[in-house]
């Protein structure tokens, strides 16, 4: 026996691999910080968003040129031929004009905007509102990254930490299957006995190998959100420390700082905005524009003209079909809409709050309910084992208290796995799921940074990072 429960203290060492964080990480060991880190700076999803919300600052440039003039230079060559006939008057002799010439011209336009119904302004503000959602649905995305790769950072500690728990009971398996043959040898056992451990260690390799599929396929998504491959992972910790103190509390830290909760206000200021720039379009226009333009040889009689002119210009629709008004009232629904949305959000955030608060409570109650488990299971296989040793107890009964004690630890690895993943889980939820919450040591992406580079450019066809 003694055997059997030396090999059974290496699946007690392979479910320690998952305690909570207890001291400082192992050297060289990858820490779940590290592991957000790296989702943080590499996830193409990620990226991709960054780069999106990059795409939306360039609204604002577009709207405010509504403000600023546009100009244009024409300039035109050509030749002509002309053959006029013409009479000064009635019976005066008719005069021949005849020849080629090659007219040539070159001038500029510029026309400024004065007033359009506060169109551009509104534009510049509904623009503005559609940078702050673009930044808020980004950290939508980043929260998400990183609670998924926190997540998968936790799955692989558990599976890595089951198989080695289904690899220790198949190798207990193993011993009890040559204790019970060599038993049955000498007559202390049956046939039946024999069977029973032959069973229980073909369901233990089939639980093996199902514990070695579930830990490739972690591991494949561990690299596809992490971006390599886990090597000596740590053990993870809870967040507990960054949480509100209270469900209440949470809640009410969510439905201000959630960032869903957060875009879906500024989807409402929008919204609002749009509807009055489609009023605009009701108020008269008035514009002004100068215009000068140099000519050569226009005609045989005229071989040099400048001419020149400003003109101020006000248009005042009256009707244009009536696209104007149903461009209003759509506009009008698509706010009620996004009011909507934002009571739906609203109730949304606060239930995704409860459900996960609600995990976190129950996670804390479930490793020490587990870690009991796995005691009073290791008591009962013991004793198990030593009453089988004088006749007491069948090979059936020690096969059974060892499949116990390993269907303990396992609850005990996913326990332990679910209250970490349930912490980060409520931060999410109230929205405070970032680095520097977290204090992850990296560079903080700000999206203000390129917004400032391009808000007031008149100008250029490079971006800032010189693409």
Do not use: C
């Not at 510029?110 to 980004?138: D, K, M």
């Not at 690299?223 to 103190?245: T, W």
């Amino acid at each position: 026996m003694t055997g059997l429960r030396k090999t059974q203290g290496l699946a007690g060492a392979a479910v320690a691999a998952l305690l909570l964080w207890v001291g400082t990480a192992p050297a060289l060991a990858e820490t779940i910080e590290g592991a957000l880190i790296r989702a943080y700076q590499n996830n193409p999803q990620l990226n991709a968003q960054r780069a999106s919300v990059r795409s939306t600052d360039e609204n604002v440039p577009q709207a405010l040129s509504g403000y600023r003039p546009k100009i244009a230079v024409t300039a035109s060559a050509g030749g002509q031929y002309q053959d006029t006939h013409s009479r000064n008057a009635p019976g005066q002799p008719i005069q021949v004009l005849s020849g080629t010439n090659a007219p040539r011209s070159v001038g500029g336009t510029i026309t400024q905007t004065l007033y359009n119904g506060n169109q551009t302004a509104n534009s510049t503000r509904a623009a503005e509102g559609q940078v702050s959602a673009a930044r808020e649905g980004l950290r939508v995305l980043e929260q998400s990254v990183l609670l998924a790769a926190a997540t998968i950072y936790m799955d692989y500690l558990r599976d890595s930490a089951i198989v080695e728990v289904q690899r220790s009971n198949t190798r207990v398996l193993e011993q009890t299957l040559k204790q019970t043959q060599d038993r049955f040898n000498v007559g202390e056992v049956t046939r039946t006995d024999v069977a029973q451990s032959e069973a229980q260690l073909a369901a233990g390799r089939t639980q093996l190998l199902t514990a070695e599929s579930n830990l490739t396929t972690t591991r494949a998504n561990y690299r596809r959100i992490i971006g390599n491959d886990p090597v000596s992972l740590a053990p993870g910790s809870p967040v507990d420390r960054f949480l509100p103190a209270t469900l209440a509390t949470s809640i009410n830290t969510g439905l201000i700082e959630n960032p869903n909760v957060t875009a879906a206000m500024y989807g409402i200021d929008v919204s609002y905005l749009q509807v009055k720039i489609n009023e605009g379009a009701l108020f008269p226009t008035v514009t002004l524009q100068g215009s000068i333009q140099q000519s050569w040889d226009s005609t045989l009689q005229v071989p040099r003209a400048l001419n020149a002119a400003a003109v101020a210009q006000v248009v005042v629709p009256i009707y244009q079909g009536g696209a104007e008004y149903a461009l209003i009232r759509q506009s009008k629904e698509s706010l009620a809409q996004q009011r909507l949305n934002l009571d739906q959000v609203r109730d949304q955030t606060r239930a995704t709050i409860a459900q996960a608060w609600g995990q976190l409570i129950a996670g804390r109650s479930q490793v020490a309910s587990a870690q009991a488990q796995v005691t009073a299971s290791e008591i009962a296989l013991n004793g198990v084992r030593e009453e089988a040793r004088v006749g007491q107890r069948t090979t059936l009964d020690v096969l059974n208290a060892q499949q116990a004690l390993v269907n303990a630890r396992v609850a005990l690895v996913t326990a332990q796995h679910d209250r970490v993943v349930a912490s980060y889980a409520v931060l999410n939820a109230v929205g405070r799921l970032s680095p520097l919450t977290l204090k992850l040591r990296t560079p903080v992406y700000d999206p203000n940074v390129h917004y400032q580079q391009v808000r007031d450019s008149w100008g250029g066809i490079r971006t800032p990072d010189g693409h």
